[in-house]
C-alpha cells in the first residue's frame, strides 16, 4: 500500500497534467475567457441546444423512386423498340401495379424483343435489376427486383447527400455535418444557424426543372378537371405566381431536363425589372433547347420546377446561346435559392422533413449560463461537505474530484465530443456520485479503525473492500449508460457520453490517485492517528 | 477541527423487523403508481406522440400573450395549443399534437410547425423563436419503442449482470427494486402530468444505474458478511450490512442531492423534468436498496454456503480499477 514506485507516480502525474492542460481550451471558452489563438486547442463541441442551430431529420419516398424507375425504363424500351431496325411495333404499354407490361404487335418478333431487352434488364455486375416474363405469347412483362430497386434508393440517397452538401456550402460560414442515417434518411445538422426555415427551404427543394411545351389542343374544361389529352399530362402552377390555382396541360415527350445545365444566376431582368434566374445549359443541352425553340416559334412553352408550374412564356424567336432566363414571380431571395438549388442540381428523389429540432442562439446562451452556474454552487457545496465530513481524506477527495471534472472536459475535448443540456446534467450527476468511491473507501477506513486495526493496515484493507463494491457499483452505471448511447437520440447520446466517461474517470482519481496521496502522507507523517 | 458525522458510530436500527409493512406501503405504491399511468396517462411530449413544441420569448413585454396566441393558432385549423408559460413571465412553450390521420403525411408535422411560427411572427412582431421541435408520427414512434427498449434492456441486462457477480436471488433482488423505481417515477409523472420525453427516459435509465449502485454496495456487504459470519441468521445479518453501509448510504444520498438541486433551482427550465426524475429518484432507489433489495434475500433463501468460501471477487477487472494492474 505505502509502496507506489517512482515511474507509477510519474506516470500517473503526467497522464493527469495531460488530461488536464486538454481541458483549459474548453474551460476558458465556457466561461468566456479568451483562449490565444497561437495555442493548440482542442474544444468541446457545443451540441445544438448549447450552441443554438437546426437538426434536420430528411426522409426519401421510395414509392417515388420506383415509379421513377418505371418511367425510365418505359422511355428506354420505347427508344430501343423504335431503333431496332426494322423498328418493333409495340401496344398496350401498361405501368400498373408497379410493373411494366407490354405488347409486340407481332408474335415473330418476340425474339427479337427479347435479345434488345436483355441489356436494359441486367444491372451492373452480376446484380439483376428486372426480371422479364414473356406471357400470352406476346406480352412482355418486366418487374422490378427487390435488389434492384434497393441499390437503386442507395444510389439515389448517395447524390442526394452529395447535392445538400453543395447547397448549404453555396451558403457559407457553417459547419454542417451531414450523414445518411439507415436506407432512406438523412440528417443534418447545421450549428449557429439563424433561419432554419431558409436552411429548410433550400435542402427540401427537390429543383428538378423541365422545359415542355403546352398542349394547345387540351380543353380548358378537361384541364381544370384534371382530364389530360393523350400524350399529355397536367401541372399546376405555383403558389405565388399570378395563375396561382390554375393548370396548365403540356406535353409529355419532346421537353428538356434541367439536368444539363452548366450555370445558374439570380439576376434582374433589365426590361422588366423582374427578379430572375439566368440559366446556361452545356452543349448538347444548348443544341437541343435551339432545336426545340426554333422548330416551336409562337408557340408557348412551360417552365416547370418540381412538378408545378413556374410560368409559360411564348417562343419569340430561336434561343440559341444556351442561356436562358426562368421567370416566375421570384423575390431576390427565392430567385437566389432557386440560382443555389439548381447550380448544385436535382434531389434524385424528394426528401421531407420528418423531424426538426432548432435552439434560438440566444437560449443556447441562457442554458449555459445557468447551467454553469448551477454546477458551480452543486460543486462547491461537495466540496464543503466533502472536507468537513472526512478532514484531510476528504480533501484528497475534493483534489480528486476537481481533477475528474478537468479530466472529464479534457477527454471529451480531445474525443472530440458534443456537449450537450443533459450533458451537463450528466456532469452534476457525475460529480455527485463521484464522491461515493470516496465516502466507501473512507468509511471503510473508519470501520477498521473502530475494530482497532492500525492505521496502516486499516487504509489498506479499506481501500481493498470497498474496491470491490466500486467496481460492482459503477459497472452497473456503465452498463445503463452503453445502453443510453446505443438506443438513445440526439441530446441524449450526449448524456450517456458524459456519464461513461465520467463513471470510468471518477473511479480512476477516486481510487488511484487518491492512494496514491493517501500513500505519500503516510509514509511522510507515519501518523499513529487517523483523524478521519 | 471535530468532523461531522451524519451517523453515528455504532448504529443499529433494525430496519427488517419493519419489512412487512414496508413491503405492504411499497406494493400499494407500486399499485398506485400504475393505476395512475393506466388511467390518468403520461404526459407524453412530441418526442413521443409527434407534434410540435415550440418556444418563444416576447422581448421586451413583461408577459406572453397567451390568450391571443391560442387564438390566432387554433385560427390555423390543426385543433387547440397546449400554451403554458416557460421560465419566465414573457417565455411560453407552445405545444400541438398532430391531428388524426396524419400517417400518410410525414411532412405534416413539420409544415404545421412553418405555418404556426409565420402566423405567430405577424401577429407580433417581436416575438422571438427560441426552439422548435417538431416531429413526426413515424419518427415518434420510433422513438418510444427505442426508449421502452432501452429500459427494458438495461434492466435486464444489470440483473444478469448482478446474477453472474452475485447469485441468483441477488439478481432477482435487485431486478425487483429495480421495478419498484421505475414504477414510482412513473407513477410521479403520471400525478404531477410533467412532461415525458426523451430525456425523461435518459433520467430512468440513470436512476436505474444509481439505485442499483446502493444496492450493490448493501449486497456486497452482505456477501462478506455472509462468509465472515456463517452462523448468524439471515435478518440479523442483513440488519448488520445495512447499518454497517449506512453511513456511506446517507453520505452519498446527500452529494447527489445537494449537487442536484441548484440545477433544480437555477438550472435551464429544458432540464426541469429530468433533474426533477433523477432527485425522486435518489429517495426512491435509497428507500428501495434497504426495504425492498435486502430483505428480498430471506424470502429467497440467502444461506452462508451460496457462496463458495474462496475470494470469488478478486478478478483482473477488479484489480485494474484499484489501479494495482
Request: no cysteine; aromatic share 8%; proline share 5%.
Amino acid at each position: 500500500m505505502l509502496d507506489f514506485p517512482r515511474w507509477k507516480q510519474i506516470w500517473l502525474w503526467s497522464l493527469i497534467i495531460v488530461v488536464s492542460l486538454a481541458a483549459l481550451p474548453s474551460l476558458a471558452s465556457l466561461t468566456g475567457v479568451r483562449w490565444p489563438q497561437s495555442l493548440p486547442s482542442p474544444t468541446i463541441n457545443l451540441g445544438l441546444d448549447l450552441a443554438g442551430g437546426s437538426h434536420i431529420l430528411l426522409e426519401a419516398d421510395a414509392r417515388q423512386i420506383a415509379s421513377q424507375r418505371l418511367e425510365t425504363m418505359e422511355e428506354a424500351v420505347r427508344s430501343v423498340m423504335r431503333q431496332a431496325s426494322p423498328a418493333i411495333r409495340i401496344g398496350d404499354v401498361s405501368t400498373k401495379d408497379r410493373r411494366l407490361s407490354f405488347m409486340v404487335d407481332s408474335a415473330s418478333d418476340v425474339d427479337r424483343a427479347r435479345e434488345l431487352l436483355l441489356p436494359l434488364v441486367n444491372g451492373q455486375g452480376l446484380r439483376r435489376e428486372w426480371t422479364l416474363n414473356v406471357v400470352d405469347e406476346t406480352r412482355f412483362v418486366l418487374v422490378p427486383t427487390q435488389e434492384g430497386l434497393d441499390a437503386a434508393l442507395d444510389q439515389a440517397m448517395d447524390s442526394a447527400k452529395d447535392v445538400i452538401d453543395r447547397r448549404i456550402n453555396a451558403i457559407g460560414t457553417l459547419e454542417p455535418t451531414i450523414i445518411r442515417q439507415g436506407d432512406d434518411r438523412i440528417v443534418v445538422q447545421a450549428p449557429g444557424q439563424q433561419d432554419p426555415e431558409a436552411l429548410k427551404a433550400l435542402i427540401g427543394q427537390t429543383a428538378k426543372l423541365e422545359f415542355k411545351l403546352v398542349d394547345e389542343t387540351a380543353l380548358p374544361s378537361d384541364v381544370q378537371a384534371g382530364n389530360a389529352p393523350p400524350g399529355s399530362q397536367i401541372f399546376p402552377y405555383a403558389e405565388g405566381t399570378p395563375f396561382a390555382g390554375g393548370k396548365l396541360a403540356v406535353r409529355r415527350l419532346g421537353g428538356i431536363k434541367g439536368d444539363s445545365l452548366t450555370n445558374a444566376q439570380a439576376t434582374v431582368n433589365p426590361q422588366t425589372n423582374e427578379n430572375v434566374v439566368t440559366i446556361q445549359f452545356d452543349q448538347q443541352g444548348a443544341a437541343k433547347f435551339a432545336r426545340l425553340t426554333t422548330q416551336n416559334v409562337n408557340k408557348p412553352f412551360a417552365i416547370i420546377l418540381d412538378n408545378k408550374i413556374l410560368s409559360a412564356p411564348n417562343i419569340n424567336e430561336p434561343i440559341r446561346g444556351g442561356t436562358a432566363q426562368i421567370s416566375g414571380s421570384f423575390t431576390a431571395e427565392s430567385a437566389n435559392q432557386l440560382a443555389i438549388a439548381l447550380r448544385s442540381g436535382a434531389l434524385p428523389v424528394d426528401l421531407k422533413v420528418i423531424e426538426e429540432r432548432t435552439v434560438g442562439p440566444d437560449l443556447g446562451a441562457d442554458s449555459i449560463r445557468s447551467g454553469m452556474i448551477a454546477m458551480g454552487i452543486g460543486t462547491g457545496l461537495v466540496l464543503l461537505l466533502m472536507l468537513v465530513t472526512y478532514g484531510r481524506f476528504g480533501f484528497y477527495a475534493d483534489m480528486a474530484l476537481v481533477l475528474n471534472v478537468l479530466m472529464i472536459l479534457g477527454i471529451m475535448a480531445v474525443l472530440n465530443t458534443t456537449l450537450t443540456l443533459p450533458g451537463i446534467a450528466g456532469f452534476v450527476l457525475t460529480i455527485g456520485a463521484a464522491v461515493d468511491a470516496n465516502v466507501l473507501i473512507n468509511e471503510r477506513i473508519r470501520e477498521e479503525r473502530h475494530r482497532g486495526r492500525r492505521v496502516v493496515q486499516a487504509v489498506e484493507v479499506g481501500y481493498t473492500e470497498a474496491s470491490r463494491a466500486i467496481f460492482d457499483a459503477n459497472i452497473t452505471n456503465v452498463i445503463a449508460a452503453v445502453l443510453l448511447f446505443l438506443f438513445g437520440q440526439g441530446p441524449v447520446k450526449g448524456f450517456a457520453v458524459v456519464l461513461v466517461i465520467g463513471v470510468v474517470t471518477s473511479v480512476f482519481t477516486a481510487v488511484t490517485i487518491t492512494r496514491m496521496w493517501v500513500a505519500g502522507y503516510l509514509r511522510r507523517a507515519r501518523p499513529t492517528d487517523l483523524h478521519i | 477541527m471535530k468532523l461531522l458525522k451524519l451517523v453515528p458510530d455504532h448504529t443499529n436500527i433494525h430496519f427488517l423487523k419493519w419489512r412487512v409493512p414496508f413491503y405492504a406501503i411499497s406494493l400499494l405504491l407500486i399499485a398506485a403508481s400504475w393505476g395512475l399511468v393506466l388511467t390518468k396517462g403520461l404526459n407524453l411530449g412530441v418526442d413521443f406522440v409527434g407534434g410540435q413544441m415550440i418556444r418563444v420569448t416576447f422581448v421586451g413585454k413583461p408577459d406572453a400573450p397567451v390568450a391571443s396566441m391560442r387564438d390566432e393558432i387554433a385560427a390555423l385549423g390543426y385543433g387547440d395549443p397546449i400554451i403554458q408559460r416557460f421560465g419566465q413571465p414573457n417565455e411560453a412553450s407552445i405545444r400541438m399534437k398532430l391531428p388524426e390521420g396524419s400517417d400518410e403525411r410525414p411532412d405534416l408535422a413539420n409544415t404545421m410547425s412553418q405555418r404556426i411560427t409565420s402566423a405567430l411572427k405577424t401577429a407580433h412582431p417581436e416575438v422571438r423563436i427560441d426552439g422548435v421541435d417538431s416531429v413526426s408520427g413515424k419518427v415518434s414512434g420510433e422513438l418510444f419503442q427505442t426508449g421502452l427498449l432501452s429500459l427494458l434492456f438495461a434492466m435486464i441486462a444489470i440483473s444478469i449482470y448482478i446474477w453472474v457477480r452475485f447469485e441468483w436471488q441477488f439478481g432477482v433482488g435487485g431486478l425487483f427494486a429495480l421495478f419498484h423505481d421505475v414504477s414510482l417515477t412513473l407513477g410521479m409523472f403520471a400525478l404531477t402530468q410533467l412532461e415525458f420525453d426523451l430525456n425523461i427516459v435518459a433520467a430512468i435509465l440513470t436512476i436505474i444505474g444509481y439505485s442499483l449502485n446502493d444496492t450493490i454496495v448493501i449486497y456486497d456487504r452482505i456477501r462478506e458478511n455472509l462468509k465472515k459470519f456463517r452462523k448468524m441468521p439471515l435478518p440479523e445479518l442483513l440488519d448488520l450490512s445495512v447499518n454497517e453501509t449506512l453511513a456511506r448510504t446517507v453520505m452519498t444520498s446527500l452529494t447527489v442531492l445537494i449537487a442536484l438541486i441548484p440545477l433544480l433551482l437555477f438550472g435551464p427550465a429544458s432540464l426541469f423534468g429530468l433533474t426533477a426524475a433523477i432527485t425522486l429518484g435518489i429517495f426512491v432507489g435509497t428507500y428501495s436498496s434497504i426495504y425492498m433489495a435486502a430483505p428480498l434475500l430471506i424470502w429467497f433463501g440467502v444461506r452462508s454456503d451460496s457462496f463458495v468460501p474462496t475470494d470469488t471477487g478478486r478478478d483482473q477487472a477488479e484489480r485494474t480499477a484499484r489501479g494495482e494492474a
